[in-house]
């Protein structure tokens, strides 16, 4: 059920899109490593992560739009460099983990309903068309891969939480 369902019609997600989202001034530098990597230049995986990770460190937000933006904004990224797929999905995957999403066809459905389903509107607004099939075809494909950095992720939490 989707949350306008719910709440009716006073209840609109943000309706940006993906390339709205990041044009603020946090966002450019990211837009650029898309660019970038879109058009076959070489970028360095350094560059990358720092933009991804800058751009990360400003948004504050609930749980679910952050997995939706998160998973949104490395989607193209990762359809690029695969080999960044384990440092950078981690960030969504603990917001996921925080609303009780602790198994890879948990991360899958969530995927498939609340950013690629046909009434989705994600936080991040509509990925990319290399973020699509990145999330479609890609990272659906590998559920253990996928479960080992989601279980990853919860021992770090967890780590963390026990050291509080």
């Known amino acids: 059920m989707l949350l306008s369902e719910l709440f009716g019609s006073r209840y609109r997600k943000n309706r940006k899109r993906f390339n709205d989202v990041l044009s603020g001034s946090e966002g450019r530098a990211l837009l650029v ?3 970038k990597l879109r058009e ?3 970028v360095a995986d350094e560059v990358i992560v720092e ?3 800058r751009y990360w460190s400003t948004v504050q937000t609930n749980c679910i739009s952050a997995a939706e933006l998160h998973l949104v904004i490395v989607a193209p990224v990762c ?5 960044l797929v384990d440092k950078l999905i981690r960030a969504g995957l ?4 925080y609303i009780g999403h602790e198994r890879s066809d948990h991360v899958l ?3 498939s309903t609340c950013i690629l389903g046909a009434e989705a509107e994600p936080y991040g607004g509509l990925p990319s068309k290399e973020g699509v099939v990145w999330l479609r075809d ?3 494909k590998d559920h253990v891969e996928l479960q080992r950095i989601l279980d990853e992720v919860i021992a770090e939490n967890n780590k963390e939480l026990e050291e509080m």
Request: no cysteine; hydrophobic share 45%.
């Open 33 to 35: 490593v898309y660019d």
């Open 79 to 83: 359809f690029y460099r695969p080999h």
């Open 109 to 111: 459905n969530f995927v």
């Open 138 to 140: 890609r990272l659906s």
């Open 40 to 42: 076959g230049f070489p």
């Open 51 to 53: 933009a991804f990770e």
């Open 94 to 97: 603990l917001s996921l983990v």
